[in-house]
């Protein structure tokens, strides 16, 4: 299932309207419609807002699942997940990664893959993650 399709699901099951989502968005009814119809993706500032109109959490639009419960299933200690201390918990994993990467039996090419999304600011991570997702699902 796509991020769309979780979207258009949650619409649904929450008996809301797309042209209620547009409204709230401060967009226009055919962005909306070329979500639905797989002709585009919304951004992450919309993903964001998307998330607060469903009152789901934007881990939920993109994965599917709450935070908590893929780090339950990747059996990761990392804990409870606070929507506030995003950019704190990327930071700390990131200096854990950078300390431990040369521990860890990586190619090079996996290496420079981690070396890349470590750079990346939160915002552009879960846009990286969303289009990984995505990816998987067209196997």
Not at 64 to 73: F, H, L, R
Request: proline fraction near 1%; glycine fraction near 2%; include cysteine.
């Amino acid at each position: 299932m796509t991020v769309n399709d979780r979207i258009f699901l949650t619409l649904q099951q929450q008996k809301k309207k797309q042209n209620d989502l547009a409204e709230f968005l401060g967009i226009k009814h055919v962005a909306v419609s070329n979500w639905k119809t797989g002709k585009s993706v919304p951004n992450i500032e919309n993903l964001e807002k998307i998330a607060k109109f469903l009152n789901v959490s934007l881990d939920f639009l993109i994965t599917g699942k709450e935070y908590n419960s893929i780090c339950a299933n990747n059996n990761s200690a990392i804990g409870n997940f606070n929507n506030n201390s995003n950019n704190n918990f990327f930071a700390n994993e990131t200096e854990k990664l950078n300390k431990n990467i040369e521990s860890i039996e990586l190619t090079e090419y996996q290496q420079e893959l981690l070396k890349v999304v470590n750079s990346l600011p939160y915002k552009k991570k879960n846009i990286l993650l969303s289009y990984a997702y995505q990816l998987q699902e067209q196997d």
